[in-house]
């Protein structure tokens, strides 16, 4: 008798045991979802390089109560590390060559080409051609991939991820000096299915901008749309060329690719970054955190749980081993 009580015990255990533990499972798939998706946004888009490609800029600068549009188009020659570009801001037109370490500028004024090297001080149009994947992910803060969607026909790929702009264009343009605070800045690229190429990257960064003591909202948006890989692209330096005198030049008076010297040129903006970005992709972002602790404390409980149901069936098995014989 003592014998079938306990065989009693043992299953009435088991009947406890199997919906907890179908009840556990459930708690810790939900709880590891969050930590899934933080683990995701970890990982580093599969970016592939290209060898040349046209690009085409378009946009706009949002700064002083005022929308300027950008329009842009060029060429990147990757292997030599070298660009080509025309850019249009606010009626001005402006040629920008980057090779060999130089970045290269018409000047309105003079006709004249100059150049800096290294980049200067402030914003570099140059930069706008946006093409190195090396630099790309080190601009990047947390890359999440979104999703498979067409652009232009094409299947690609959609990631997005928190930017750093000052790692990726060296400068925010157009903010009409004084300093740029930056409450949000994202990057969105889209990449071929077949290739991992770039077909589209978008640039959007909202914050303010403090100029002789007047704050007013500032956002930049800017869409770059890839194309025409691998053909044969002649970027040369230009000749008769000489160094931009400081006062000048694309790097301190630009007008986010207008080069120096131009009336109502707008100066580069200083950064000073808020937190990058609120959108708590990252890691350590608050977000996160809070499903960590989550899924740390459903974890505890399940553990708890799990010890008083065991503790439970072996004390009814104790109690129906000693019940005495009828």
């Known amino acids: 008798m003592a014998h079938m009580m306990s065989r009693r015990g043992a299953r009435r255990t088991r009947f406890i045991r199997a919906p907890f533990a179908l009840c556990l499972g459930v708690l810790l798939a939900l709880a590891c979802g969050p930590l899934l998706r933080v683990r995701a946004a ?46 249009t801001l606010l009626g001005a037109t402006s040629e920008t060559i980057a090779i060999d370490g130089r970045t290269y500028s018409r000047n309105a004024t003079t006709g004249r080409w100059e150049y800096t090297t290294g980049g200067g001080a402030g914003f570099d149009p140059a930069r706008l051609v946006i093409y190195d994947p090396a630099s790309i992910r080190a601009a990047g ?26 790692s ?24 071929g299915d077949g290739d991992g190429r770039l077909r589209q990257l978008t640039l959007d960064a909202q914050g303010t901008a403090t100029s002789n003591g007047t704050t007013n909202a500032y956002r930049l948006a800017l869409n770059l749309i890839y194309g025409k890989f691998d053909t044969d692209v002649a970027i040369i330096a230009p000749t008769g060329a000489v160094a931009a005198p400081p006062t000048l030049g694309v790097n301190t008076t630009p007008v986010a690719g207008v080069a120096g010297g131009v009336p109502g040129a707008v100066p580069v903006a200083t ?13 350590l972002s608050a977000t996160n955190l809070v499903r960590l602790v989550a899924i740390l404390s459903l974890i505890v409980i399940g553990v708890v749980v799990l010890v ?16 005495p014989r009828r």
């Not at 950064?271 to 890691?283: E, F, Y």
């Open 42 to 87: 970890d990982e580093s888009p599969p970016l592939a390089p290209f060898a040349s490609a046209h690009v085409r800029i378009e946009g706009s600068i949002s700064a002083q109560g005022q929308d300027r549009p950008v329009q842009g188009e060029g060429d990147a020659d990757a292997a030599k590390g070298a660009s080509r570009l025309t850019v």
């Open 141 to 166: 803060k947390a890359f999440t991939r979104v999703g498979p969607e067409t652009i232009n026909g094409e299947a690609t790929t959609h990631w997005r991820t928190d930017v750093d702009l000052t």
């Open 168 to 191: 990726l264009l060296g400068a925010v343009p157009g903010a009409s000096g004084g300093t740029t605070q930056l409450t949000t800045s994202t990057m969105n690229l889209w990449l």
């Open 271 to 283: 950064l000073t970054p808020l937190g990058q970005a609120t959108s708590g992709a990252g890691v």
């Open 308 to 323: 008083a149901v065991r503790r439970g069936g072996r004390q009814h098995g104790a109690r129906a081993a000693t019940r």
